[in-house]
């Protein structure tokens, strides 16, 4: 069966490159998308149904070798077979998004998973650079509260490939192993790893974990472009390198609480479960406060955490505290810039008040888990200079720093993303 799997991935695998000459007609299903985004989400599936065909839509390889076929083997979908790199994709996570900019492919994604996954603040600090996707373009899988959708709405965006990974859609979304041969075989193959994230594959498939780099690496190579993965990653290389030089002993560094707040829960996460979600805190060598109840916070032992309620986080107390996905712009919805916002709302409740990181004022947004390359550059310094700011200045909002605070070359950066596009 799991030969059977793998083999039903690749593209390309019939005479017309697998693509399947009778495209699936959508039957009154497209998907389920929650209030007003229904009527956008369908007018843009319509639209990119003849979006492909317009000239100013379609990607033309750079060289001969777009159009030769290959293949790229990661876990969990084994060998992937290309006829040609990809001039149409979909993704589910934002992260992949992220990977799609750095290589130059962005303008290839015609829907992704969530309407509010999208920050440009990093990119804004890169001179010339502009990310080369559009939100008001794309169709959205999901509704903001995660709705199902189906492969009706796959077919009918036409992608040669999806960056979900065929797990995910099992383990969070009921799809069968045939539902993803279906999808694979006729119209493009899976290409993804959600749970490098955060390592906590809780199926009994065999599952590899990647880092960051590796996983963009493996993104690249669809792409063939994984060489500016490896010169990112020569950048971030030498900037935790000297970070690290200069970091206190470890019993002198704060002690750092990843919280998640919302509907006035306090939901701890440990720095300690690994994956590359929130790597950045490790690399800068962040005391984790919630490490005596690793197993009970967010992701402990493969389950939900037990919530804080004040008495509990104030009896933790970290030095520093940080509110993942805080970056993104304010919503009504979670994760995003409003929990944060809440958050700082108690900063004069009764009890809160004596919060150590409310005292010192050493409370502050944090990035998105769902990082690509270059977010991961940026989410690097973000973490140096909000638990380290008299090693490495202090941290700005904005992200606007003038060079001599700046813990990476931009320019070198916007060079290496200038050359893709």
């Known amino acids: 069966m799991r030969r059977a799997l793998l083999l039903s991935f690749w593209l390309g695998a019939n ?76 993704t589910l996570d934002a992260n992949y998004n992220d990977m799609l900019t750095a290589l130059g492919e962005g303008s290839k994604l015609v829907a992704t998973g969530y309407q509010n996954n999208f920050y440009d603040g990093f990119y804004n600090q890169l001179n010339g650079v502009r990310p080369d996707i ?3 373009r794309l169709a959205f899988l999901s509704s903001g509260g995660g709705g199902m959708f189906d492969k009706e709405l796959l077919y009918s965006l036409h992608a040669d490939v999806h960056h979900i990974d065929p797990l995910q859609l099992a383990a969070s979304r009921g799809w069968s192993e045939s539902d993803v041969q279906e999808i694979a075989h ?3 193959p899976f290409f993804a790893n959600r749970y490098s994230r955060d390592n906590n594959y809780q199926g009994n498939k065999h599952y590899e974990y990647y880092s960051l780099w590796e996983l963009s690496a493996k993104v690249g190579e669809v792409y063939h472009r994984a060489d500016t993965i490896a010169r990112l990653q020569a950048v971030y290389q030498e900037m935790v390198g000297r970070i690290q030089s200069k970091l206190p002993a470890v019993e002198k560094r704060p002690r750092v609480g990843l919280i998640y707040y919302a509907n006035q829960r306090f939901t701890p996460y440990s720095i300690g479960h690994g994956g590359f979600g929130q790597a950045q805190y490790r690399d800068v060598g962040a005391r984790d406060a919630f490490e005596s109840i690793a197993a009970n916070t967010y992701g402990g032992s493969g389950g939900a955490s037990a919530a804080l309620d004040k008495e509990g986080l104030l009896a933790l107390d970290p030095d520093v505290v940080i509110v993942p996905f805080a970056i993104y712009p304010l919503t009504k919805a979670g994760t995003s810039r409003a929990d944060f916002d809440r958050l700082m709302e108690l900063r004069n409740d009764p009890l809160l008040q ?22 991961y550059l940026f989410q690097v310094e973000m973490a140096a200079k909000e638990i380290y700011p008299e090693l490495f200045g202090p941290y700005h909002d904005d992200q606007k720093y003038p060079s001599n605070e700046q813990l990476f070359d931009r320019n070198r950066v916007a060079e290496i993303l200038k050359d893709e596009r």
């Not at 693509?19 to 956008?40: D, N, Q, Y």
């Not at 990181?357 to 690509?372: H, K, M």
């Open 354 to 375: 004596r919060l150590r990181a409310f005292r010192s004022g050493r409370v502050y947004p944090g990035g998105t888990p769902l990082q690509g390359p270059v977010f």
């Open 15 to 90: 005479e017309n490159g697998g693509r399947g000459l009778t495209m699936k007609p959508a039957r009154g299903r497209v998907a389920i998308f929650g209030g007003a985004l229904c009527g956008a989400a369908a007018l843009a599936v319509l639209g990119l149904l003849t979006w492909h065909e317009s000239p100013a839509f379609r990607t033309i390889g750079r060289n001969a070798r777009d159009d030769a076929p290959y293949s790229v083997t990661m876990s969990p979908m084994g060998e992937v077979r290309f006829p040609r790199v990809p001039r149409r994709a979909v």
């Open 134 to 136: 559009d939100p008001r």
């Open 186 to 188: 006729n119209v493009g």
